[in-house]
């Protein structure tokens, strides 16, 4: 229709009015916040961490120029980042006090208000799919332990032996801060916000926990409202010392701002990471993205793994506060 | 000051800046929301919901009114409910799929946003107590089954075995709504909100989550933001299908709206409970306080249980929608 109108004559090419060549969609990822400094990273691990992010924003975007949805781009991303050592999220997840892993993760559909999460599951390879089977899959949000795997193999998911996510790295880390007397909080999440060509958002994250934890602890990553967050407008995802984004209910609070504060979604994200976490000595991050493809990635820690592509399909990774 | 002030006909006596006689504080409780019909209770049902809720009641307006903390009151309240088999927390929880009960409850402090959560504990008696002792000894907010148990343990907490929940009256609905292949969701839950004499927010809420649950489910109880949020303007906790509560982080949306939007705390939590909740066919309702110990109690099923005490000490108690 538009395309007669503009060979009639009848619709300006004014470039406010034109149409655009592809429609808008926006993916924006990250692998975590914390003490991420230049000195202490070779080149070529810096390499391979930025090869890795490339990797997985790559999957997502070739799901969205192709018009998927931001769910399965969400889903394309993370599956990249936990089936790598690299990140604390799947195959590279910190080791808890006993030595094992605890993963959590969650996702949710901004379009239709729909989660999916999981706490505490120990043989799950993916469990970024594992939460998008309870939201598609089960009357429920939120399953958590022998009981969230039970569900797993309902749908028909291998489990995975925990040998699958010993790493020689993370043992050592384990003893290291064990020998520090739990000094040294290592933490670290994977994360993506998508906007696709139908205008939907979709937020999701994945996460190890916070190296050394006890308890059954679960952070914010699985929490609807905390660590992950979308709407119809606004998606959040987020990364750090889980506590503190638990009581501030940080995504949600992001995206309440922008809806009933009417601040604008970097304003909002600013004063919830750079202000009120600082002044609490929360550290972290997040991701925000809205429905006009803005987005904003603030972090108050010396780093964080993040990148983001758009329609025309430059990816760019950062991992610096410097950058 | 001030009386010096007023003996030397320095201040008026109009009755908006009199001194207040006693300082103002504020407790709110429910019991539950759902299918509750005045038809369906025989009067001695009736009286024995309605004595155990004045007792809870009466159990924090002690603590507040001699000065405590609106933590120890909401502690108190819900710790009467949790031994009572009457309500769908502690000894009257419902039972799971597998027969078992699997509880979640959480506290938090307003003054001092802290929070503290425990998810799917079988084998504590007052889980809101263990959800304190994790905000309070504990560097996390949120603890899950046995991990959860392990730290109470550490904490010298004893542990009760399954058979202390195990009632008749628990076992024939799970025998029932098996039959009825699931089509009644029983849930309920208990919950306070309290303001204490130093002007301290406090919000808590304990359940056994829904009957006949499988897979680990964790409900809205439990998540800092859904079911349960304070913080120093206002206090929140649900009861009601929890997966709504959880997608709609309704806790802390209504306390965002006073916050961000101005709306009044009887305004948010209507929008949220009577509008957004309703159009979703999400069942429940909400017991919600502020600073001022303005307090609401919306909810939009036939009945809730609930009850509220102020500095008069009188206390109310409420059961079906047209009281």
Chains 1, 2 share one sequence.
């Not at 384990?174 to 000094?183: C, Q, V």
């Not at 996460?207 to 609807?224: C, F, L, M």
Request: neutral net charge; glycine residues 12%; contains cysteine.
């Amino acid at each position: 229709m538009k395309h007669w109108l503009l060979a009639a004559g009848l619709l300006s090419l004014a470039p406010a009015a034109s149409v655009p060549q592809r429609p808008p969609f926006m993916l924006v990822v990250h692998g975590g916040a914390g003490t991420i400094r230049r000195q202490d990273m070779t080149p070529a691990q810096d390499s391979a961490y930025r090869a890795t992010l490339t990797q997985a924003i790559r999957a997502g975007y070739d799901v969205l120029r192709r018009g998927g949805s931001s769910l399965d781009a969400v889903t394309a991303v993370i599956t990249v980042l936990e089936d790598s050592p690299l990140f604390n999220a799947g195959k590279g997840a910190v080791l808890t006090n006993a030595g094992t892993v605890e993963l959590d993760a969650a996702i949710m559909d901004g379009a239709a208000l729909r989660a999916g999460a999981v706490a505490g599951v120990k043989h799950i390879k993916n469990p970024i799919t594992l939460a998008r089977l309870v939201m598609e899959k089960s009357p429920h949000v939120m399953l958590a332990g022998d009981g969230a795997e039970a569900f797993a193999k309902e749908q028909g998911m291998t489990l995975v032996p925990q040998s699958y996510f010993y790493t020689e790295r993370r043992a050592r880390e384990l003893e290291r801060i064990k020998a520090a007397e739990a000094k040294q909080r290592a933490h670290g999440t994977v994360g993506a916000v998508a906007l696709d060509q139908q205008g939907r958002l979709a937020a999701g994250t994945s996460t190890g926990g916070t190296a050394n934890k006890r308890w059954g602890r679960i952070g914010d990553s699985p929490i609807v409202g905390a660590g992950t967050y979308a709407s119809d407008a606004c998606a959040v995802s987020a990364t750090g010392a889980g506590e503190y984004f638990i009581r501030n209910v940080v995504a949600h609070d992001i995206c309440a701002r922008v809806r009933y504060a009417r601040e604008s979604l970097e304003q909002a994200a600013r004063e919830v990471v750079l202000e009120e976490l600082v002044a609490q000595h929360g550290d972290g991050g997040v991701i925000a993205l809205d429905n006009d493809g803005h987005f904003t990635m603030p972090f108050n820690t010396e780093g964080m793994y993040r990148g983001s592509v758009g329609p025309d399909g430059q990816i760019v990774v950062k991992i610096y506060r410097d950058e």
